[in-house]
């Protein structure tokens, strides 16, 4: 069976990736709620019963905060590291978790014939992560809310088979945009995200990729036309680019 990932949603908004293999399903990350989440799923042919965990990124409101209503209303456990989830219980109300699996970032976990690798981040989050998804000899990655360009991470790309990139803002736009200085100093920042320049150069030598979908756009500092229009000035026109939606799913991405 192939390998493949949906973007239920991505962006400020909410995020939320499926990921299946022959025998595992997989949620990384609860920003979208459970109506949601199951709707987009059976849009896509998929049973959110089915699904057997969801692993946690970070603390932020838009990757946790419909982690607790996953987990009571379909039974699924969270995997979390442990500064995420008290910090994610502090801010977001997830009300009582009972199936909670502690990680550390760095970790690896092992679901199934499923390997998720996991990097930490330098996003100003309590103890964010990304991930490599791992299938026999194929690899995801699910790369958003990065912070910037750390060491290792275009190795890390250059790995991959696919890839989940953020791709949040166009630095014209950001500039001369609505947010305050604060603000705009906090996105380009060593925490905060990474442009649609440094996706594209951080997807140049990645040669194994067969798609990149460009992932949690900015909706005032960004268009989904300046995106693709950005990286297809620097990339090849060989590599297959996707858009993950604020406000929709993704068709089914195989691997």
Same mark, same amino acid.
């Given at each position: 069976? &192939?390998?493949? $990932?949906?973007?239920?949603?991505?962006?400020?908004?909410?995020?939320?990736?499926?990921? +299946?293999?022959?025998?595992?399903?997989?949620?990384? *990350?609860?920003?979208? /709620?459970?109506?949601?989440?199951?709707?987009?799923?059976?849009?896509?042919?998929?049973?959110?019963?089915?699904? &057997?965990?969801?692993?946690?990124?970070?603390?932020?409101?838009?990757?946790?905060? #419909?982690?607790? !209503?996953?987990?009571? =209303?379909?039974?699924?456990?969270?995997?979390?590291? #442990? *500064?995420?989830?008290?910090? $994610?219980?502090?801010?977001?109300?997830?009300?009582?978790?009972? =199936?909670?699996?502690?990680?550390?970032?760095?970790?690896?976990?092992?679901?199934? +014939?499923?390997?998720?690798?996991?990097?930490?981040?330098? #996003?100003?989050?309590?103890?964010?992560?990304?991930?490599?998804?791992?299938?026999?000899?194929?690899?995801?990655?699910?790369? !958003?809310?990065?912070?910037?360009?750390?060491?290792?991470?275009?190795?890390?790309? /250059?790995?991959?088979? %696919?890839?989940?990139? +953020?791709?949040?803002? &166009?630095?014209?736009?950001?500039? =001369?945009?609505?947010?305050?200085?604060?603000? =705009?100093?906090?996105?380009?920042?060593?925490?905060?995200?990474? /442009?649609?320049?440094?996706?594209?150069?951080?997807?140049?030598? %990645?040669?194994?990729?067969?798609?990149?979908? @460009?992932?949690?756009?900015?909706?005032?500092?960004?268009?989904?036309?300046?995106?693709?229009?950005?990286?297809?000035?620097?990339?090849?026109? /060989?590599?297959?680019? #996707?858009?993950?939606?604020?406000?929709?799913?993704?068709?089914? @991405?195989?691997?």
């Amino acid at each position: 069976m &192939d390998f493949l $990932a949906i973007a239920l949603q991505s962006g400020s908004s909410g995020n939320c990736i499926y990921v +299946e293999t022959a025998n595992v399903r997989l949620l990384f *990350d609860a920003g979208l /709620s459970c109506i949601d989440t199951e709707r987009r799923l059976a849009a896509r042919g998929r049973d959110i019963r089915k699904v &057997d965990a969801v692993i946690i990124s970070h603390d932020h409101s838009d990757h946790v905060r #419909h982690a607790g !209503t996953l987990q009571r =209303k379909y039974g699924l456990p969270i995997y979390i590291t #442990h *500064d995420t989830l008290d910090v $994610a219980l502090a801010r977001h109300r997830l009300g009582r978790l009972e =199936k909670v699996r502690h990680f550390h970032s760095g970790d690896t976990i092992e679901i199934g +014939e499923v390997t998720v690798r996991t990097i930490p981040t330098p #996003h100003d989050g309590a103890d964010g992560v990304v991930f490599v998804v791992e299938n026999g000899d194929k690899r995801l990655g699910i790369m !958003t809310d990065l912070g910037h360009v750390f060491e290792g991470l275009k190795q890390e790309i /250059s790995c991959l088979d %696919a890839v989940f990139l +953020e791709s949040n803002y &166009d630095p014209v736009m950001l500039a =001369k945009g609505p947010y305050p200085s604060f603000l =705009k100093r906090r996105i380009q920042g060593p925490g905060g995200h990474i /442009s649609n320049f440094e996706a594209a150069e951080l997807l140049l030598s %990645a040669e194994r990729l067969k798609w990149a979908c @460009l992932s949690h756009l900015s909706q005032h500092n960004n268009y989904p036309d300046l995106a693709l229009r950005t990286h297809r000035e620097i990339l090849p026109g /060989s590599l297959m680019l #996707h858009l993950a939606g604020r406000n929709e799913a993704t068709g089914i @991405l195989v691997i």
